[in-house]
């Protein structure tokens, strides 16, 4: 069990959505902040500075929950895949993986918040579509590796 | 609009992370279909924001910071498919997305820091090649 459990986590999350378009008239999504830090990296107008507070924002709910539970050493370990690899593996697994991430993410327009949680809610066609296209991917790719790898992940 | 939105990302990475879901063992596990944590979290926010979404418009609602509420929605296009196909298969590898890799970071562990880095470049990199310079 953890420290909040999905049913009270869940709907607060569906609330800070609809929060987002009640106060703000804005969709809420993580992506957005990447690709207004990589417009800033590439000196472009930073045209929504709102986005990368929320991701600072993000980050500061992270420290309050380690502050306020602790961090589990199975999380701070990175799971059963920190476990089956050395860090030189597992760190460049996961600059690749987050590679992909955020370039699917991009070419999408969205991630798990933006289309999954925000475009569902909104039951925009494309974030629907996106969202049932990444979840049926990640579910096939996670099968495959458990195949692959002989049940270890 | 800048405090609101730190206040809304503050709360959203606190339950992100108290809910378990920066635990890489409870995401692959629910992508096995194994654990039903991840689809009940997003399956019960969805439920709350749909409704709550469809009752603002029905009313008209008129935001306090952006005037008349419109939500924006599209409509499907081919890098829907395209995109969600690559963002699957490196959420699979990884575990994580762009905002559990930022509540990860403000927990104190570095490996969301390395997603978060990667994630800035997958950006970076279908920005200069892919997009057309005038986005």
């Known amino acids: 069990m953890f420290p909040i ?147 270890l992940l | 609009m800048k405090t609101i939105s730190l206040g809304f990302g503050t709360v959203f990475g606190f339950l992100l992370a108290g809910a378990g879901l920066m635990n890489y063992n409870v995401i692959h596990e629910g992508l096995l279909l194994r654990n039903a944590t991840m689809f009940l979290i997003m399956g019960s926010a969805v439920a709350v924001a749909a409704v709550g979404i469809w009752l603002l418009e029905r009313f008209r609602w008129v935001t306090p910071l952006q005037g008349m509420l419109k939500v924006k929605r599209i409509s499907i296009n081919k890098k829907h498919i395209y995109g969600a196909v690559i963002f699957g298969i490196g959420w699979a590898i990884t575990g994580n997305c762009p905002a559990v890799s930022a509540a990860m970071l403000g927990s104190g562990i570095g490996y969301g820091a390395v997603v978060m880095a990667g994630i800035v470049l997958g950006v970076l990199i279908f920005d200069i090649k892919i997009r057309k310079r005038s986005v």
């Not at chain 1, 607060?12 to 969709?27: D, I, K, P, Q």
């Not at chain 1, 949680?117 to 096939?140: D, Y």
Request: glycine share 18%; aromatic share 10%.
């Open chain 1, 5 to 151: 459990p999905w049913y009270v986590a869940g709907p607060l999350m569906g609330l800070v959505v609809l929060a987002t378009y009640a106060v703000m008239n804005r969709s809420l999504g993580a992506l957005g902040s990447y690709a207004q830090i990589v417009d800033f990296l590439r000196r472009k107008p930073v045209k929504e500075i709102w986005r990368i507070w929320y991701l600072v924002g993000v980050i500061l709910g992270g420290a309050g929950a380690a502050w306020l539970f602790g961090v589990p050493a199975e999380v701070a370990s990175y799971g059963k895949l920190g476990e089956l690899l050395g860090n030189p593996a597992l760190l460049t697994l996961l600059l690749l993986g987050g590679g992909c991430i955020g370039f699917g993410a991009r070419w999408m327009g969205g991630c798990t918040s933006g289309h999954g949680l925000c475009g569902v809610s909104a039951r925009s066609p494309g974030s629907l579509v996106a969202t049932a296209t990444f979840m049926m991917t990640a579910i096939a790719v996670t099968l495959l590796i458990h195949e692959i790898t002989g049940g």
